[in-house]
């Protein structure tokens, strides 16, 4: 455990503390000496506004060779949202520095936080923005930049709060090992993850995982999806030369006789569009289509490695979207695993057909208490909100709420997409099937996804349909997400959201 008291400190390498706006430092530590080697840079080169760095060298000091001291900006401004963005300031400010190994970090007391909350989002913020992708630069490459170890820290905190703090920042560690294990999954080459390859990357995850007892893993291919007429997940594949697969993952640890919370999560390994092929510079971020996949697997890792008690399942439907002599054409109609006819005017729109079959089958099977489903779906959700955050739309006031709550405390933003049925409801039917996959008109298009998944939502279980397509994607570094590509969003969230319904 990396937490100990100010009097346990022994040497370090640096010392992490925080100022508030009156430059003052916030958390229990009594050491004069240390306190006079900051007085005069404090005074002079520093404004203590948030995220700023100062770095002090203490020469002959006994236990401390650095100090950075982080400015907390305005006391009336702080979150825990904060707390996550200056745990990836002080990991970014050590790198700058050199630091190699570790750093000792004084736990600030400010206003009506806890201390462990405050350990939770600063290790939270730190190990999200390390992540690092490297696996595909050469030898030679990785020679000259080799990729960075993880700096650990050592949170200090009061005696007393010892025991929650170190549950905290635990807690955190195993989070952010799942937001970065999906994180991983998104970036990988779609030469590299392919269905199959996604298949044995899960498998991967679950054989290591302390609960694999209590998991059942399940993957139908080809002819087991043929075999149980799956008709969504295989016409979107059929363009492809790679299988499609249908993985599922049940958890077992709560009552026998409660329902599982169910999580549904697109995973297109590549999307061109199909014969509705995307123009090339669409197309090149388009590995991330399977972010909806990676997003429920992830908050599944995140719920096993922490062993919670409750009952879970996960469903995934994998595929390649691919135009070729193969491929399905607009005016196809197909059937989906519901018996429903679908009219493919767009073979773009192929989210919606495999997590059609997706949803079916997670309603049907396992009569769940909730399912929600996460998908980068449509342009137009990415459109209406960028990638601030994720569109909710849904059939329960409860589980809407929930997530709400869920994003609220995790910092990953959803926002309602405009439900006005009489506008919008007769959107997606079609003259000679029963649905078609896209809206008679472009608008509104992220709610008419919605609407057509609903359709295949059975047995009246709540559910809730989360729009990725903005906020699973950073073109840029955003707060403690320190690269640009897959941002983990909403992978907090959901395991925030499994933790408080269990
Ligand atoms: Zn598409």
Request: proline share 4%.
């Amino acid at each position: 455990m990396s937490v100990s008291t100010f009097r346990d400190l022994k040497n370090q390498e640096v010392l992490v503390v925080f100022a508030d706006e009156a430059k003052k430092i916030q958390g229990s530590w009594n050491d004069s000496v240390l306190k006079d080697y900051l007085k005069v840079p404090l005074e002079n080169d520093f404004r203590a506004k948030f995220r700023e760095p100062l770095l002090v060298y203490t020469h002959s000091h006994p236990t401390t060779k650095r100090v950075l001291v982080l400015g907390l900006g305005k006391k009336s401004d702080i979150s825990l949202q904060n707390f996550r963005n200056l745990g990836a300031s002080l990991a970014g400010a050590l790198k700058n520095k050199n630091v190699k190994s570790h750093a000792s970090v004084l736990v600030p007391k400010v206003g009506k936080f806890k201390t462990a909350e405050i350990v939770e989002a600063l290790q939270t913020g730190a190990s999200v923005y390390q992540f690092q992708f490297t696996e595909l630069k050469s030898a030679e490459s990785l020679k000259k930049n080799p990729p960075s170890k993880p700096i650990e820290l050592q949170f200090i905190v009061e005696a007393k709060d010892l025991k929650q703090a170190g549950a905290a920042e635990s807690k955190a560690k195993a989070t952010a090992e799942g937001v970065n294990w999906g994180r991983r999954l998104v970036a990988m080459s779609p030469r590299q993850l392919y269905p199959v390859q996604l298949t044995k990357e899960v498998e991967k995850m679950v054989k290591a995982s302390p609960s694999k007892s209590k998991i059942k893993m399940t993957v139908w291919g080809e002819t087991e999806l043929k075999k149980h007429a799956y008709g969504g997940v295989l016409a979107v594949n059929q363009g492809s030369e790679n299988e499609a697969q249908f993985i599922v993952l049940q958890y077992s640890n709560g009552g026998k006789s409660s329902k599982p919370m169910a999580l549904v999560g697109k995973g297109v390994t590549f999307d061109s569009g199909g014969l509705s092929l995307k123009p090339p510079q669409a197309q090149e971020t388009m590995k991330y289509d399977m972010a909806g996949a990676a997003s429920v697997l992830s908050a599944f890792k995140i719920t096993v490695d922490l062993q919670l008690k409750t009952n879970l399942v996960c469903v995934v439907p994998s595929v390649e979207n691919m135009p070729s002599g193969a491929a399905q054409k607009p005016g196809d109609v197909i059937t989906m695993a519901s018996g429903k006819t679908v009219e493919v005017l767009n073979t773009d729109a192929e989210g919606r057909l495999i997590l059609a079959d997706a949803l079916f089958h997670a309603t049907t099977q396992f009569k769940p208490k909730a399912v929600i489903d996460v998908a980068t779906l449509t342009g137009a959700c990415a459109l209406a909100v960028g990638e601030a955050a994720a569109g909710l739309y849904g059939t329960d006031e409860k589980l809407k709420k929930g997530l709400e709550k869920a994003s609220a405390e995790s910092g990953e933003h959803i926002w309602r997409l405009p439900d006005f049925e009489e506008f919008y409801g007769d959107q997606m039917n079609s003259d000679v099937a029963d649905l078609r996959n896209i809206g008679k008109s472009r608008e509104a298009g992220a709610t008419t996804a919605g609407i057509f998944l609903r359709a295949f939502v059975k047995n009246d279980i709540p559910w809730a349909h989360l729009d990725i397509a903005g906020c699973g994607w950073y073109d840029a570094p955003r707060g403690f997400v320190g690269a640009r590509g897959p941002s983990g969003v909403p992978i907090r969230l959901l395991a925030k959201f499994i933790e408080q319904n269990l």
